[in-house]
């Protein structure tokens, strides 16, 4: 296993997927809360398109996956506070990207058999064909969201949590709205070199929304994603490069796999009751941390 990180591949694929699954469990933790489950979704499949025109047009796929999809944060961004209640826009633009992004990869494998891997690799993940550029790339992007987050932590939380009591204390809730967006936007790019296109939702979701059900304080909930997310992402990496049952399987399917399995598991534990969460109170016990006074209203 020590030999392992002697080569190129196996550090930077190590280290691209130790930065990628520590900003997708910061971020996630706030998608969740927001309920911005399909909004990632359709950011991720937007981004798809962004990479496979890119790579059309002869500039990096991860280029293409950021400028689509902060475009898109954008447009979403403006649609209000929150996007609960916008699937219809949602899902009309998610189908358009979709099928510009299919129109894009069916142009681009036309010119060589051997760029149909590309195309299979932004859906599916290439992390093991990480360059050492890409992995400064994610750690500039990463360190970027990491000060922005700290930054807006505590009214974005609230905001999050009660985007109703957070606007009439003062907290510019649309603005936040927009600049998580974005932030999003950024996250997701960034972690399709990691799990692709088909399977960010695993790493951005799961270990955030199985962290929610173990613990209700923002705190706790917050750093038990992280490791959750890192647990996720080195196992499936390990067995990845070690092979397991004598096959070499997708890194993907393994970080999937683990996600989903530690999900159920928690969802478990939450209806044996082995770990009590309140629930009429959670809402504002998860308030806590934003320093905030606010009343509960039944």
Partial sequence: MIELFSHEIAQNA??????????????????????????????SDIGFAGATGAIVFGFSSLIGMLIFSMLSALGMGVLGERIRGRDVEIGMVLSFALGLGVLFLTIYTQTGSANANSGVGILF????????????????CGILLLILLAILYRPLLFASIDPEV????????????VIFLLML?????????VVGVLLIIALLIAPAATALRLTHRPSSSLTLAIILSLACTWSGLTLAFTG???KHLPVGFYISAIAATLYFISVIINRLGLIQTPRHTEKFARCTDCKEQTQPTY
């Fill in 125 to 140: 993940g290439s992390i093991l064909s990480v360059k050492r550029a890409d992995v400064f790339t994610a750690l500039g």
């Fill in 185 to 193: 936007s950024i996250t997701i790019s960034v972690s399709i070199l």
């Fill in 166 to 177: 957070a606007q009439t204390r003062g907290v510019p809730v649309r603005a936040l709205s």
């Fill in 14 to 43: 190590f280290i691209a997927g130790t930065i990628v699954a520590i900003i997708a469990a910061c971020m996630g933790y706030f998608v969740v809360l927001r309920s911005q489950t399909f909004a990632s979704e359709a950011l």
């Fill in 244 to 246: 397991s049952f004598g």
